[in-house]
């Protein structure tokens, strides 16, 4: 059984200001250690409950920031940019189930530190007709992959808008949410018990056989009929929605509002991470 573990740092229990998200400061420092140790803790479960191969993925920001020299031994580490699949690469490897850990809510929720892939670009992504968050989007790139998303972590109002995309998925709450940059959390030694029996309990159930493959994810079934996937993006401001529509495939819905089709979710997600980085021109 192979687990990819994919980890984020602002639903990581303790983290509640962009502060504690940017490089070059102390309060980054700290939180990228609770980050490594979450990541270790649902390493060390996803092993204990049986797992041959686990691979971690750093899915934060310029996904560098792990600190390798305290991961568990055993993991294979992926970090850097750019990469095809963002915040899945490791899918590749043949991945049989997929951890996101740390992860937050979408764009424009109530949760903490809420965005979607870019705060500064993206205020909605809609496929299909259905908002989603990074984890909508990225569990359906799994599920092209044939891999299941089994165990998620982050605030209240993450695993409450997330649990109705992934029904057999266990989820761990660190955090509640007050605001978008307040709220209670656990400690992160608490935090870390939670994820690690979760971890283990979501893999030895899964090679048990306790939960069997899921449908695909309502976003991917127009490409695995061969329709083309409708994707809706809503920027934060005309300027974006100018820069973004030099691109020849986007057509321009109103000031804001853009629209482009593409075959699959892989492609979806490709074209969202072009453009978020080609909005760093209006920075």
């Known amino acids: 059984m192979k687990v990819l573990i994919s980890t984020d740092i602002e639903g990581v229990a303790g983290v509640f200001h962009a502060e504690q998200t940017r490089p070059g400061n102390g309060e980054y420092e700290r939180a990228r250690r609770w980050m490594t140790e979450e990541a270790n ?6 092993f204990a409950g049986g797992a041959t191969e686990v691979w971690v993925n750093d899915s934060h920001g310029g996904f560098r920031n792990l600190l390798p020299d305290l991961l568990d031994e055993r993991v294979h580490a992926v ?19 997929v951890f996101m850990i740390g992860y937050h809510a979408k764009a424009q929720s109530r949760g903490i530190l809420a965005h979607t892939i ?19 989007l990225y569990g359906a790139l799994a599920a092209e992959y044939g891999a299941r998303v089994a165990l998620l972590s982050g605030d209240d109002v993450f695993v409450e808008e997330t649990r109705e995309a992934f029904p057999e998925a266990d989820f761990v709450t660190v955090k509640t949410a007050s605001g978008h940059a307040s709220g209670t959390t656990q400690t992160p030694a608490a935090a870390c018990a939670a994820i690690r029996a979760a971890a283990r309990e979501a893999v030895a159930r899964r090679i048990g056989g306790g939960a069997g493959r899921s449908e695909r994810l309502n ?3 127009s490409a695995a009929q061969g329709r083309p996937i409708e994707c809706e993006l809503r920027v934060q401001t005309t300027a974006l929605a100018d820069l973004f529509c030099q691109w020849p495939t986007l057509a321009r819905v109103d000031g804001v509002t853009l629209r482009f089709e593409t075959p699959s979710v892989e492609h979806a997600v490709r ?9 760093f021109m209006l920075r």
């Open 219 to 221: 976003v991917t079934r």
């Open 118 to 136: 870019n705060s500064f670009a993206f205020a909605r992504v809609l496929m299909n007709g259905a908002e989603a968050g990074e984890a909508g």
């Open 79 to 97: 970090l850097g940019k750019p990469r095809t699949l963002g915040m899945m690469a490791g899918l590749e490897s043949g991945a049989e189930l």
């Open 41 to 46: 803790a649902a390493i060390e479960g996803a």
């Open 271 to 279: 074209t969202l991470n072009c453009l978020s980085a080609m909005s």
